[in-house]
């Protein structure tokens, strides 16, 4: 069995307005293996987000896929049907929305939807699955019993945020597609969110696919990175080589923007800690 949970292969995404044909996403490759997390960083609308929504089969139907193998252990999740593709969401495929108000109706209860969503996958009696659940909204650092009670507009955005983490991690999904999961959180809360999310890998193996443009969180958080420019990835590689070795020059470009960072080699391993904790 290849170490592969995700290969994407030569993935093109095209858009069609007014007749006219727009490239989104030409040739992205990349795979994530079993455990691990990797990163997918760079700018504003380099095609991170639709990659993860190509995966989650939740492209704008304007859009077009060409060519491309998008593999999920040995299926190619793109010649599935609809049917069989929403059967490995949630279970198989966890992903954690950049747009979480969307995680949620908001006229039914946090608590109650997190049970509907915990009983659909698990066969389970629903006393085990607020057990689950309680359990995980603590983790997330909230008040279990007021978050479990409370609709969504009872809220506020980083503690809706944190719910719906929590709703994910509770199915214990073998590959967990994190989309800008702490833009909405304070730093604190955003470290521990972060914190849990590596111990769920931890403990269940999963892999995660951790979509950010905050390099320093993903230089901290994650084994390989992914650089994307206008919908092309331009460079790959460890953490420590993306930063202190990169090759293209829009990750220079990337990494002298975002961070101003003396070179690794110039570092003590006290700065290099304090560094990646920017
Ligand atoms: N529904 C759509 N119709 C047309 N173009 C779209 C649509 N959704 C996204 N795009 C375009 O696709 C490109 C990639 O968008 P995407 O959302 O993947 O960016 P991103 O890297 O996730 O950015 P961000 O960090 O801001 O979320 C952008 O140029 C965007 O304008």
């Known amino acids: 069995m290849s170490d592969h949970l995700l290969s994407i ?5 095209t858009v069609k307005n007014n007749r006219q044909v727009t490239t989104l996403l030409d040739n992205v490759s990349l795979h994530v293996n079993r455990g691990e997390i990797v990163g997918l960083i760079g700018e504003s609308g380099s095609g ?54 969307g995680s949620f109706t908001p006229f039914i209860r946090i608590g109650k939807q997190m049970i509907e969503t915990i009983s659909t996958h698990y066969s389970i009696k629903n006393k085990e699955a607020k057990f689950i659940a309680m359990e995980v ?53 955003g470290e ?9 890998r931890k403990e269940t193996g999963c892999a995660v696919l951790m979509i950010t443009h905050d390099l320093a969180q993903a230089y901290k958080r994650t084994d390989r990175m992914y650089v994307m420019h206008k919908g092309v990835v ?25 961070l101003s960072l003396p070179n690794e080699t110039e570092l003590t391993g006290h700065e290099r800690e304090r560094v990646v904790t920017l």
């Open 9 to 13: 292969e030569d993935l093109n995404v």
């Open 48 to 101: 991170k987000s639709l990659t993860a929504k190509t995966i989650m089969n939740l492209l704008p139907s304007n859009m077009e896929v060409q060519q491309s193998k998008v593999m999920y252990n040995e299926t190619n999740l793109l010649n599935l049907t609809t049917k069989d593709h929403r059967k490995l969401l949630g279970k198989e495929i966890g992903m954690i929305f950049q747009d979480y108000r």
């Open 137 to 189: 909204l603590e983790e997330m650092g909230l008040d279990s019993e007021r978050a479990y009670r409370s609709y969504p507009f009872q809220l506020s955005g980083g503690q809706v945020q944190r719910c719906a983490i929590a709703m994910a991690l509770a199915l214990k999904p073998s590959l967990l597609i994190c989309d800008e999961v702490t833009t909405a959180l304070d730093v604190m809360s």
């Open 192 to 200: 521990k969110v972060l914190d849990y999310i590596d111990l769920v």
């Open 234 to 258: 331009v460079e790959e590689g460890l953490p420590e080589q993306i930063r202190c070795h990169h090759k293209h020059p829009y990750t220079k470009k990337l990494c002298s923007c975002l």
